[in-house]
């Protein structure tokens, strides 16, 4: 992690302990993520209250706004806010609910919004500090409409109000400043959070896991992710008589669509015990996708290869999930971190077509001693992204100790 900000006239703060301090975070969507992992820090160090707001995100769900306050020597306390979800349109009741936050050391926003929010509250003198967590960046969020330039104006302004600005990838970074027009006086210290994952916790496949034959995809179900293009790779590997099957963890808007793909596979259709392919679904539970990943054996991440895909910004944790499971990693060159995997081994590096994911993942299973080098590549690499970490890192940046 990193500071690329520059010099800046914000003064430094004394440090003190994430024991006993205040926190709010507020975020979008119920994906995990950076928002969750820092809740989880914090409660690990003793915070004596924690706030998090999760707000709908997509259209497909789920339509409500989750409030839960985390105090010590108490259970939460958990409140749901229907709302109506229509984005962008809808995005701004983000900025009323909940009406009352309360008094807080430190507004975490991983949205522009959820920012906006804070900085509000440090006007009233009911928060000290505010940081801007940015856990995406899309040049064009909404395409070329006001929307967007809206959008911008508040990202921007994010940007240049925050106490601190965090940001997942050093690409994402400089994208952010170079379209925003900010340089290291106007804008907040700036410094790289990748994401993480859990080390102590998660479970890792066994040195044998290339015996169970099941390649996963997790994350969201949308175009970008090459969804469809894993499902015809795996058709393919069963008309070539390999005994592989599928697993997609996730949701969206395209599963129907894929699994009507699927079922227009005879290779993968259910044969008696035999389900060559298996959609779970959205899962909340992250502690059953960690299952799921550690019972596989290889893992699968088909961007599409789009010159506009916010991916290459990007620094995708189902990639740290991947790894940190020990899973070998078949994956398009789309994420800016893909020719670092690439050499060490973590990943081999495929075309975003299914004759290229199948060959990649052919070649990864080829022998026992292929697929063992790259299970611990995986590990190795994934032992430089411990989230416990990479979080006491950055919230010594805003001045807390864990």
């Known amino acids: 992690m990193a500071d690329i900000s520059g010099p800046h006239v914000r003064p430094n703060r004394p440090t003190r302990s994430i024991e006993g301090a205040r926190f709010v975070l507020g975020w979008s969507g119920f994906a995990e993520g950076p928002a969750q992992a820092a809740r989880d820090h914090l409660l690990a160090h003793g915070a004596a209250r924690v706030t998090t707001v999760a707000h709908p995100l997509v259209a497909e769900g789920p339509h409500r706004h989750e409030v839960v306050v985390h105090q010590v020597g108490r259970d939460p306390q958990r409140r749901s806010i229907p709302a109506p979800v229509r984005p962008p349109y809808t995005y701004p009741i983000d900025l009323l609910v909940p009406p009352w936050y309360g008094t807080a050391d430190l507004w975490l926003g991983f949205t522009g919004l959820c920012t906006v929010r804070g900085l509000a509250a440090r006007a009233l003198g009911r928060v000290e500090q505010v940081v801007s967590w940015n856990v995406d960046f899309v040049p064009e969020r909404f395409g070329a409409s006001p929307v967007t330039r809206v959008y911008d104006a508040v990202d921007r302004w994010c940007c240049r109000r925050a106490d601190a600005r965090f940001e997942l990838s050093r690409v994402a970074a400089e994208e952010r400043t170079r379209r925003h027009g900010l340089d290291v006086v106007s804008m907040a210290p700036t410094h790289i959070v990748p994401m993480g994952a859990w080390l102590s916790r998660i479970p890792t496949t066994g040195t044998d896991g290339d015996a169970a034959r099941t390649i996963v995809y997790m994350g969201h179900l949308v175009e970008r992710q090459g969804v469809a293009t894993f499902i015809e790779a795996l058709a393919l590997l069963r008309r070539r008589g390999g005994n592989l099957r599928g697993a997609i963890i996730g949701g969206g808007p395209l599963l129907d669509e894929l699994r009507a793909r699927a079922a227009s596979h005879a290779e993968l259709a ?133």
């Open 270 to 402: 259910p044969k008696g015990d035999d389900h060559p392919l298996t959609f779970h679904g959205f899962v909340a539970d992250h502690r059953e996708v960690e299952r799921l990943l550690a019972g596989s054996s290889v893992a699968v991440a088909p961007y599409v290869e789009d010159v506009d895909s916010f991916t290459r910004f990007a620094d995708p944790g189902k990639l740290k999930a991947y790894a940190a499971a020990g899973l070998p990693i078949v994956m398009t060159s789309v994420p800016p971190n893909s020719a670092e995997m690439g050499e060490r081994g973590v990943a081999e590096l495929v075309p975003g077509n299914p004759e290229g994911l199948a060959t990649g993942i052919e070649w990864v299973l080829a022998s026992h001693d292929e697929w063992s080098r790259r299970r611990r590549a995986a590990l190795d690499w994934a032992a430089g992204f411990d989230w416990d970490r990479l979080l006491s890192e950055a919230f010594s940046h805003v001045g807390f100790r864990s």
